[in-house]
């Protein structure tokens, strides 16, 4: 499995973010995958930003959710990650990344990321 991201290199403070992921090797549609968002500061860990499941299915991290919206092309096997009002602290490497649960009773948010995207680097800055 493969994962690409795009963006837009720079934005301003206020605007919003558009950030797509093109993912090959698998379908994003998969039974049980789960399409996450990643994003790391200067001199900061990693914060997990969102997720989108195989069904159409979204999860914000609590301090994005008001902001933040997370869509899905599935003929062209995308992802896109939309956050609002960025300032600029949200200066970082964004990532996707894929995971998925065991089974339909099972859980996913603690599952490895097994796989990842270069990352493409965001600067918030007018």
């Known amino acids: 499995v493969q994962l690409q991201e795009s963006g837009p290199g720079l934005v301003k403070p206020s605007q919003t973010l558009s950030l797509t992921c093109t993912v090959s090797?698998?379908?994003?549609?998969?039974?049980?995958?789960?399409w996450n968002w990643i994003r790391q500061s200067p001199g900061k860990g990693l914060e997990w930003m969102g997720a989108?499941?195989?069904?159409?299915?979204?999860y914000y991290a609590p301090a994005l959710k008001s902001r933040t919206s997370l869509s899905r092309a599935t003929s062209n096997n995308q992802f896109t990650l939309q956050p609002d009002s960025v300032t600029p602290e949200e200066t970082a490497v964004y990532y996707c990344?894929?995971?998925?649960?065991?089974?339909?009773?099972?859980?996913?948010?603690?599952?490895?990321?097994?796989?990842w995207g270069q990352g493409t680097h965001v600067i918030v800055s007018s």
């Open positions: 990344a894929h995971n998925a649960k065991l089974g339909p009773q099972s859980t996913w948010h603690e599952r490895p990321l097994g796989y």
């Open positions: 989108i499941s195989y069904t159409g299915g979204t």
């Open positions: 090797g698998d379908a994003i549609t998969t039974n049980y995958a789960y």
